[in-house]
């Protein structure tokens, strides 16, 4: 299973100067089991917030949050995270990266590395193993970090901006190989996007936030089959339906 309840969360942070900043303003969203949910929102809106909170990274001021009926009470093997910066551990081999969340679990070296390494094949990186996370490209690090997030076998991956930092055909790749992986594991998915395109690529719904304080404006279904053609129609009336909504709160963030 993989359910994820977000009721009446409310996140405020004090900045130095004693100003409140009102990140998250009561947000509640069901995310059902095997669920591909993107979020998308101004800057500063609240999404990393909102997704180090399921993490277990961060605490809501109010309000719960529950994985499958039971309250996420820190981080936990459950959950998977890709950050929106590369987040390797530099003085870590490829290999090492990926077997550390097996480590903390306490599975033994030589089958942490069998793992690891069927983690490091599913992600096309296997004869990287033994390189450093500086011998490689911005894509190379996010299928590391891609694989060390999947290496528990999570049933949720949480991913803040992937493929931000990447260019486009490697992010286009990136994004088939995530949805080859999330449809052979039927894992859920929360994924923090700032590219209408790649929502409407990967979703089955689009969160759109409202600017600061986050709020949920509006819910899109994005009702394609798949494998998605990025040149239908039906996808350019989902884009432009999405920039539509989400246009209006950038503008806001920035006046
Ligand atoms: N630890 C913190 N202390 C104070 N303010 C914080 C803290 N973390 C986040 N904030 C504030 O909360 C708001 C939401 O931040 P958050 O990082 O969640 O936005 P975001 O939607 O992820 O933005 P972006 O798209 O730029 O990544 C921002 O105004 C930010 O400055
Ligand atoms: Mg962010």
């Not at 942490?112 to 033994?130: C, D, N, P, Q, T």
Request: charged share 25%; proline share 4%; aromatic share 8%.
């Amino acid at each position: 299973m993989g359910k994820v309840t977000i009721t009446n969360v409310f996140r405020m942070f004090t900045k130095e100067d004693g100003t409140i900043v009102h990140a998250l303003d009561n947000i509640n969203l069901d995310v059902q089991n095997r669920e591909f949910i993107c979020i998308i929102g101004p800057s500063g809106c609240g999404k990393t917030t909102l997704l180090r909170i399921l993490a277990g990274l961060d605490f809501p001021s109010s309000g719960t949050i529950t994985l499958d009926d039971v309250p996420i009470k820190g981080p936990g093997p459950k959950r998977g995270m890709v950050f929106q910066e590369y987040s390797l551990f530099p003085w870590r081999s490829v290999i090492d990266n990926v077997t550390f969340g097996l480590e903390i679990c306490g599975t033994n070296k030589k089958e942490a590395r069998h793992i690891a390494m069927s983690y490091l094949e599913l992600v096309g990186l296997s004869k990287f193993a033994k390189s450093y996370p500086n011998e490689l490209s911005g894509g190379m690090k996010q299928r590391v970090a891609i694989a060390r997030a999947l290496v528990n076998d999570p049933k949720v991956l949480l991913m803040d901006e992937p493929f931000g930092a990447v260019d486009a055909q490697t992010r286009n790749r990136l994004q088939q190989e995530l949805l080859k992986i999330w449809e052979r594991d039927k894992k859920t998915v929360l994924f923090i996007t700032h590219s209408v395109d790649e929502a409407v690529f990967l979703a089955d719904r689009v969160v759109v936030f409202t600017a600061r304080p986050g709020r949920i404006k509006e819910i899109f279904d994005i009702n394609l089959k798949r494998p998605r053609d990025r040149t239908s129609v039906e996808a350019n009336i989902a884009r432009e339906k999405l920039l539509s909504s989400l246009g209006t709160e950038i503008k806001k963030a920035t006046e």
